[in-house]
């Protein structure tokens, strides 16, 4: 399957609670690779957690106190979350008439959901790995639901599944809090974490799967092995440690999504300027330069959602500029 990458994105989430205002942003900022914005302004089950456990398939969860937590039967903050989703998608179908190409919708991974989601004692799903399996089969199940209505709706999308996976660094090394706080949940084995992204990722078998995390350390043969065609990553959280795993991703062909755009309002230098360490980062390890623009989306650091509207809206035109710079010169 022949696929071409957009130059530049952004992570998913957004400020503000409109979501044509978002969808027309995205649209207007992105017209080669748009995404479906998330609003979490807007409050429980338009959140990061909230959206995904809504997309679950026999699995159901509500806001305590604490947190998520798994319960019997779909209540208010299902339906509220299915219902902003919905909402969400009706704006995209709208501002994406006639559209071909790529287009990336976002869902929280399989362990992030498992770190952040509580069973019915308030403990982690992360503390049983029964939980952990039936988790990931049901958001399996879930996104490839999601993925059909995104079909139907826009369809001459190619579409570019992005899990986030923030967690996932602190669920590898025993770093996830217990419901007390005194404690931390043991980490979990390396080959089941990778098993069970590799479950998920197999979900969206028509196009590719890129992985988010916005953590250091982020674990690029893991991802790799489990079938993530991208990994997207704080490029600022680089180290030379992660040389290696970069250019090892780059000469298989895995494609990086640079965060380079500062996620928080703030003055933006020029757009050469953002992607000067990508540039660096190249002729230290030897790449082609030519190869860039094949190999790197640019996009912000992370979501959006603590930006002012306004700066979103700069923030994305400027990922859009800094893209074009590193195509136009690579060296």
Not at 92 to 97: D, G, M, P, R, Y
Not at 124 to 131: E, P, R
Not at 154 to 166: K, R, S, T
Not at 219 to 232: C, D, H, M, Q, Y
Request: charged share 25%.
């Amino acid at each position: 399957m022949s696929f071409t990458w957009g130059p530049a994105t952004g992570v998913g989430s957004m400020p503000g609670d409109d979501a044509r205002e978002a969808a027309k942003t995205v649209t207007g900022s992105f017209e080669d690779f748009p995404f479906l914005p998330e609003l979490p302004a807007r409050g429980p089950g338009a959140d990061m957690i909230g959206r995904t456990a809504g997309m679950l398939v026999e699995l159901y969860a509500r806001v305590e106190p604490s947190g998520w937590r798994i319960g019997d039967r779909p209540g208010r903050d299902t339906k509220r979350a299915r219902s902003w989703l919905g909402e969400d998608l009706d704006a995209l179908e709208e501002f994406t008439q006639g559209f071909e190409g790529p287009l990336k919708v976002q869902a929280v991974g399989p362990w992030t959901l498992a770190a952040a989601l509580e069973l019915r004692g308030g403990e982690a799903a992360l503390s049983d790995l029964g939980a952990c399996r039936d988790l990931a089969g049901s958001l399996a199940e879930g996104l490839r639901t999601h993925l059909d209505e995104v079909r139907r709706r826009v369809p001459g999308a190619q579409i570019v599944l992005q899990l986030d996976e923030p967690s996932l660094i602190a669920v590898l090394r025993g770093q996830v809090r217990s419901a007390s706080g005194y404690r931390t949940h043991r980490a979990v084995d390396r080959q089941r974490v990778e098993a069970t992204l590799r479950d998920v990722v197999g979900v969206h078998t028509d196009g590719p799967v890129v992985v988010h995390s916005c953590a250091p350390d982020v674990p690029f043969a893991l991802l790799r092995r489990a079938g993530a065609a991208a990994i997207s990553f704080d490029f600022s959280l680089l180290t030379e440690r992660d040389d290696d795993a970069i250019g090892e991703a780059v000469e298989g062909g895995t494609r990086l999504f640079a965060g380079v755009v500062p996620g928080t309002d703030g003055p933006l230098s020029d757009p050469a300027g953002s992607v000067m360490g990508v540039r660096t980062l190249w002729r230290r390890l030897g790449l082609h330069p030519g190869l860039l623009a094949e190999a790197v989306t640019v996009t912000p650091t992370c979501g959006l959602a603590g930006a002012s509207p306004e700066y979103a809206r700069r923030a994305l035109a400027h990922c859009a500029r800094a893209a074009r710079s590193l195509a136009d010169n690579p060296e």
